[in-house]
């Protein structure tokens, strides 16, 4: 019964990655809604059996080498034993049908259940060749996430989005040139700081304060000479 669904969600996991790469083309530009679909669409899937399930997903056909030469960097960067991995060049259906690669596999560890948090970096790193990725991550009931939102740093732009136990990312990779990305799996708290005073907000200050002092020294005068007397 087990492998069973975890047979079935794979299938269906494929068939809804195939379908969402069957729009039309990314446009090259910089900013990070300028594409309507990615080249590469990661999708990971929690909660069938005791692995998670991911496909990787191109926009056109890739040498199943290639593909599993992207896996092998993805899992080495992640530390993830990876298991049933497949690879499948297929029609992507769609109004305008045109043969795309995918590869499948399950592991462990994929979905940070402990923590809340979903590893990003190591498909980053295995998939850096494309500027447009997206990775979508299908949670289990129950997960509590306190992972990375939207980020950017000099290689990349990350933007994300939830919808219930779903989360969204959509990267743009503004700079390949990176060896291994260092991306943060939390969302980063920015210090508090306090608010620059204007020369007007300094000046007042400085007056209220001579008030103070002024009336504290006539205070003292005061209170001496009644003291004299």
């Known amino acids: 019964m087990r492998t069973s669904r975890i047979a079935l969600g794979m299938f269906v996991f494929v068939c809804i990655c195939t379908l969402m790469l069957a729009g039309p083309v990314a446009r090259a530009e910089g900013d990070i809604n300028a594409f309507t679909r ?25 040498a199943l080498p290639k593909a599993q030469s992207d896996l092998d960097t993805i899992a080495a960067a992640g530390k993830w034993q990876v298991r049933d991995a497949k690879g499948v060049t297929k029609s992507s259906g769609g109004p305008k049908p045109a043969p795309t690669t995918s590869i499948s596999f399950s592991a462990k560890g994929l ?12 498909y980053l790193d295995g998939l850096k060749r494309f500027r447009f990725v997206e990775v979508d991550y299908i949670a289990p009931s129950g997960f509590a996430f306190h992972g990375l939102k939207d980020f950017e740093n000099r290689f990349v732009k990350i933007q994300m989005s939830q919808n219930g136990n779903s989360y969204r990312y959509r990267i743009v990779v503004k700079d390949a040139g990176f060896t291994k990305l260092d991306l943060p799996l939390r ?31 006539a205070y003292l005068v005061v209170m001496y000479i009644s003291k004299r007397r």
């Open 38 to 62: 990615p080249q590469v669409l990661v999708l990971v899937l929690g909660g069938f059996g005791p692995s998670e399930q991911c496909s990787i997903s191109y926009d056109s056909v890739v």
């Open 111 to 122: 979905i940070g259940y402990a923590d809340g948090t979903l590893p990003l970096a190591p």
């Open 187 to 217: 969302e980063s708290e920015k210090p508090k700081t306090e608010e620059p005073q204007g020369p007007d907000g300094r000046r007042l200050v400085m007056a209220i304060g001579l008030a103070v002092l002024a009336a504290l020294v």
